[in-house]
């Protein structure tokens, strides 16, 4: 599996993850269409398989470079090292954009998806009444997702590692959105937001050698919180990852059936035109989060109006998401080809 990469191969590796971790962040966005289009899917599925008993074996025995060999360790490296990265700098740049330009925001992730779903379905040359009914359990999962009902916030521990091995299904199965399930969880604003800020907090505090936190129960509980959800998300990553590469497998026509479908389905989610419905208290008024941000419940999704200028930038924003997928994906196609 270990490949040799030459340095531009390592750039646009790091660039990928730098891709997966954006997507990953934004609710209704799947890391793992990014994985799928960008042609490193069944790559990344089987690299993540070989974290397993073997791998623990090896780990514990020291035999370090074995293990790296084992897992495929340069493609893993290369790909959380651009997650990494975008956690701490593209995601941040998206959430301004988000905050300021919602619509366009959603239309170009809408186009990105659309050329996601045509590009993955142009080189599918396997349907059959078989196909055609997974692609259509696929799509039926993907809208009934999107129209489920969030639940309320809940930091019980267990749940909080439940949250995280369903949540990182969105690096996995491409369609299926993480963010978009912690909101129907009912934990994405304990999980993304307040725990990752207490840990930006703590991070900052201990550079400046301040240990002042060690005295803060609220702090060292959302520290203990994105703990046991880090240890869910891993759990979880390998348990799919096994899974799905189990099923690739055995069924891989059908699997790559089921996820043209889910795609096509979150159409749904990211659909542009919606308005937030935030979550009230008892007196009927917008429940705050530490930030001091209204939590979203759900969306109230609408048809815009065509005579309306911002409509038709918003679909000019979803051609140039369509544009961008698909020449990401020519580009790659071309770079395989050399």
Not at 8 to 22: R, S, Y
């Amino acid at each position: 599996m270990q490949q040799t990469r030459t340095f531009t191969d390592k750039i646009l590796l790091v660039l990928k993850g730098l891709a997966m971790g954006a997507a990953n962040k934004v609710p209704g966005v799947s890391g793992g269409v990014v994985a799928f289009v960008a042609g490193f899917y069944e790559e990344f599925i089987y690299s993540l398989q070989k974290i397993n008993l073997k791998a623990f074996k090896l780990l514990i025995s020291g035999r370090f470079n074995s293990l790296y060999r084992y897992v495929n360790g340069k493609f893993l490296g290369l790909l959380i090292l651009g997650m990494l990265i975008s956690y701490f700098s593209v995601s941040k740049i998206l959430d301004y954009l988000i905050v300021h330009y919602e619509l366009y925001v959603w239309s170009a992730f809408f186009g990105m998806i659309i050329g996601s779903i045509y590009y993955i379905s142009k080189d599918f040359d396997e349907w059959d009444r078989n196909s055609i009914i997974f692609a259509i359990l696929g799509i039926l999962g993907g809208i009934g997702i999107s129209f489920l009902e969030p639940a309320r916030e809940n930091d019980n521990l267990w749940f909080v590692f439940v949250c995280g091995m369903i949540s990182v299904s969105g690096m996995t199965l491409p369609g299926l959105s993480g963010s978009f399930i912690l909101i129907l969880l009912g934990n994405y604003v304990l999980l993304l937001v307040d725990s990752v800020n207490a840990l930006y907090d703590t991070i900052a505090e201990v550079i400046l050698l301040d240990f002042s936190f060690m005295n803060n129960s609220e702090r060292l509980r959302m520290l203990q919180v994105l703990l046991v959800f880090a240890a869910g998300s891993l759990a979880g990553l390998v348990s799919l990852s096994h899974l799905l590469g189990y099923v690739l497998k055995k069924r891989k026509k059908e699997t790559f059936a089921v996820i043209i479908g889910f795609i096509t389905g979150s159409l749904g989610v990211v659909w542009p035109w919606k308005e937030k419905i935030y979550k009230l208290n008892e007196n009927g008024k917008p429940l705050i989060d530490r930030e001091g941000n209204k939590i979203i419940d759900n969306y109230d999704r609408y048809l815009p109006q065509i005579d309306n200028s911002e409509t038709w930038l918003a679909i000019f924003f979803i051609v140039i998401g369509i544009f961008i997928v698909l020449g990401l994906a020519w580009y790659e196609n071309r770079n395989s080809k050399k």
